[in-house]
């Protein structure tokens, strides 16, 4: 059974930075794309980034390139988020998520529905 744990999350002021870890464990074959999706009051959820653990190609959402990376420790089969220059529309709850889907090796697009495991999620607010 995949299980997945975030810590992390706080609150900051705008500009600052924030790191994200999420604790993977329970996947067969070695390899996962493992992603963070973030969902704030009265919006969907949405995909941040996602990264394939067999190579390291990643997938980032328009909104947060340049600003937030996202990375892999295959010791401690650990998925990072580092998010600097934070903005007030950062806040929100942060989930990790497994088993997403892969194009060519690539994570693609973020949708929900195309992961399978979830973490409990750890909550961002950046206050302006």
């Known amino acids: 059974q995949v299980q997945l744990v975030e810590s992390g999350g706080g609150s900051v002021q705008a500009g600052g930075s924030l790191r994200l870890s999420c604790a993977a464990s329970?996947?067969?074959?070695?390899?996962?794309?493992l992603g963070w999706f973030r969902q704030a009051p009265g919006k969907e959820r949405e995909g941040v980034a996602a990264i394939y653990t067999g190579r390291g190609t990643t997938y980032y959402a328009d909104s947060v390139k340049g600003r937030f990376t996202i990375s892999h420790d295959r010791h401690k089969n650990a998925v990072y988020l580092q998010m600097n220059s934070l903005k007030p529309e950062d806040t929100a709850m942060y989930y990790c998520?497994?088993?997403?889907?892969?194009?060519?090796?690539?994570?693609?697009?973020?949708?929900?529905?195309?992961?399978?495991?979830w973490g409990q999620g750890t909550q961002v607010t950046v206050s302006s």
């Open positions: 998520a497994a088993d997403g889907p892969l194009v060519s090796g690539r994570p693609t697009t973020m949708y929900p529905y195309e992961y399978n495991y």
């Open positions: 329970g996947y067969t074959g070695g390899t996962n794309c």
